[in-house]
């Protein structure tokens, strides 16, 4: 009911002006290339004296080494999204809440997956990020819970209650599963009709295809039946409607690549697909690539809506992710190729 | 066996002879073991190699696909997803019997899993937490496959190594040993025969 008062309520000026001052903060894309020349001790000590300074100086005491850039990194992520939540008001308030939702899901998950597994709490907390509307605080609560049930009563009322309802401990791949379609859901009914909303509509459905083609390569490479895979996709694309993820869940391997080629995402991985392809992550990755560069084309169409807004939010997490993927990398002493492949800039 | 110890009786030789006769044939039957244990050892040893080779292959892999794993969707990625991995492979040791060496079998289950019942959802996470998943199962396979194999070869040196002491004992310590106490016996007993005899003819004279 409150999305419906919130509805229609334009306060994006305001938002989308903080959001451009943000992002003129963002590394950019220039800046890759030279961590990439970089040594790990220059890349800490540049990230350390950056935006990240702060989280780098709380995280000192608890964490070291490159734990302890990761956990900055993910705290910095929190930090910024919580302060749009902070900063918005409104409709778009509530579409970054819905957003971040995501965050909120995968969160939810490590608990769970952590309570059943048996671990200790400080170790379930290491691996959350409270980037969602559940803030750290709730989640350490959640997470010293002893029992499931506890958890169910903590999270009924929330939108996630749906889908662990009936869950009583033991696998958890199905709650995980609905979780996400929630999520997916959710984002769906939060946009509405206006020109920019269309736009950000058309965003969210490209994003459900290209976690529907991951999905069908994953489950089809892994040998799963027509039926489980079909379960496991997310209703809502752009491109692949209802009978299209039909069609292509019951298609074999060979059939399935072909099949592809009738939609306009073909031309992104086309290169890297094959019948005897033995690894995805070329196609994940430059799906990746795809979706960032679709949200940073349409980010501009409609300064005043919520797509600069997603926009940023992505690039941030980008930035995070790109940070990671080069300083993890090279202290493992990847090829300078994979680590490049894995990049998106 | 000092020689000074040896009763130089005819009973001792009979029980001398004896021995060494079975000492011949347990060292002619250690000999055919051990050698038959060595043709083994060598069948097992290059099973062992390919396997060992196959295993630092793995594990290549494995540490690749998890290092890109953590490097691209982080190590809280990772270590969350790592809870859902609750049920550990189960391991059925058998024994089974090489030339008397009792070596193990070892059959695994549950080391392989499809990927909806790894018991993560699939919506939510990455080929590259599969692949290194998928790398990892491999290993842990590979692992289990050599870890029958090293221990086989190892019983096996053992049993070697024992057999070759035992064949080598036989050889230049007790059947010389009982060879030259059968002989003095032999030496005493014509000795004493001779007295005997000189013995005879000087009371008949």
Redesign the interface.
């Known amino acids: 009911m409150a999305f419906l008062i919130r509805r229609g309520s334009k306060k994006y000026p305001y938002i989308t002006a903080r959001v451009r001052a943000m992002k003129s903060k963002l590394l950019p894309r220039e800046v890759y290339p030279k961590l990439m020349n970089m040594d790990i001790p220059e890349i800490t000590r540049l990230i350390g004296e950056s935006e990240y300074k702060q989280d780098v100086d709380e995280l000192a005491q608890k964490y070291s080494g490159?734990?302890l850039l990761?956990?900055a990194l993910?705290q910095n992520l929190a930090r910024t999204y919580r302060k749009l939540l902070r900063v918005s008001q409104d409709e778009p308030n509530y579409l970054i809440t819905e957003y971040l939702r995501h965050w909120d899901?995968?969160n939810i998950?490590?608990i769970l997956?952590?309570k059943?597994?048996g671990?200790p709490a400080q170790?379930?907390l290491?691996?959350?990020?409270a980037a969602g509307q559940l803030g750290y605080r709730e989640l350490t609560s959640i997470a010293n819970m002893e029992s499931i049930d506890d958890i169910k009563t903590a999270l009924g009322n929330t939108p996630y209650y749906a889908a662990i309802a009936n869950y009583d401990g033991g696998?958890?791949?199905?709650?995980?599963?609905e979780?996400?379609?929630i999520y997916y859901s959710r984002l769906l009914a939060s946009i509405g009709k206006s020109k920019g909303e269309k736009l950000s509509l058309k965003y969210i459905k490209t994003e459900i295809d290209l976690?529907n083609i991951?999905?069908l390569?994953?489950?089809k490479k892994?040998?799963?039946v027509k039926d489980?895979i079909f379960e496991?996709l997310?209703p809502g694309g752009m491109e692949l409607k209802s009978g299209d993820l039909k069609r292509m869940s019951s298609l074999p391997w060979s059939d399935f690549l072909k099949g592809l080629e009738d939609y306009s995402y073909w031309s992104e991985i086309s290169e890297v697909v094959s019948e005897d392809m033995t690894?995805?992550?070329d196609?994940?990755a430059l799906l990746d690539k795809y979706a960032m560069g679709y949200a940073s084309r349409i980010s501009h169409y409609y300064p005043l809506s919520i797509l600069p807004i997603y926009d940023y939010m992505l690039r941030k997490n980008n930035e995070i992710?790109n940070i990671?993927?080069i300083?993890?990398?090279k202290k493992?002493k990847?090829p300078d190729e994979?680590?490049r492949k894995?990049l998106v800039m | 066996m000092a020689v000074q110890d040896i009763k130089p009786t005819r009973s001792e030789l009979i029980e001398l002879k004896r021995k060494i006769k079975l000492s011949e044939s347990g060292h002619k039957i250690l000999k055919m073991k051990r050698d038959g244990l060595i043709l083994e050892f060598f069948e097992v040893l290059e099973k062992a190699k390919s396997v060992r080779a196959e295993l630092d292959a793995d594990f290549n892999v494995a540490?690749?696909k998890i290092?890109?794993a953590?490097?691209?969707e982080?190590?809280?990625?990772v270590?969350?997803?790592a809870?859902?991995?609750?049920d550990a492979p189960q391991l059925k040791v058998e024994s089974k019997n090489v030339m008397g060496v009792v070596v193990p079998k070892i059959e695994s289950s549950s080391v392989r899993k499809?990927?909806?019942?790894?018991?993560?959802?699939?919506?939510?996470t990455?080929?590259?937490i599969?692949?290194a998943a998928d790398a990892y199962e491999i290993l842990v396979e590979k692992i289990i496959l050599a870890a029958e194999i090293e221990t086989t070869i190892k019983k096996l040196l053992d049993e070697i190594e024992k057999t070759k002491r035992r064949v080598n004992a036989l050889e230049f310590k007790v059947i010389p040993e009982l060879i030259e106490a059968r002989n003095f016996i032999i030496l005493r007993l014509d000795e004493m025969e001779r007295e005997n005899t000189f013995r005879l003819k000087r009371i008949k004279s």
Not at chain 1, 126 to 129: F, G, K
Not at chain 1, 171 to 177: Q, R
Not at chain 2, 74 to 77: D, M, R, W, Y
Request: hydrophobic residues 40%.
């Open positions: 490159l734990d990761e956990h993910n899901i995968w998950k490590t997956r952590g059943n597994y671990a170790e379930i290491d691996a959350v990020v696998e958890l791949s199905a709650i995980e599963n979780l996400d379609k976690k991951k999905t390569f994953r489950t892994a040998g799963l489980d496991l997310i690894s995805l992550m196609v994940e992710n990671r993927t300083v993890r990398g493992v990847l994979i680590i894995h | 540490t690749e290092n890109i953590r490097a691209v982080g190590i809280v990625t270590r969350s997803t809870f859902s991995f609750k499809a990927l909806n019942e790894r018991g993560y959802g699939i919506i939510g990455s080929s590259r599969d692949e």
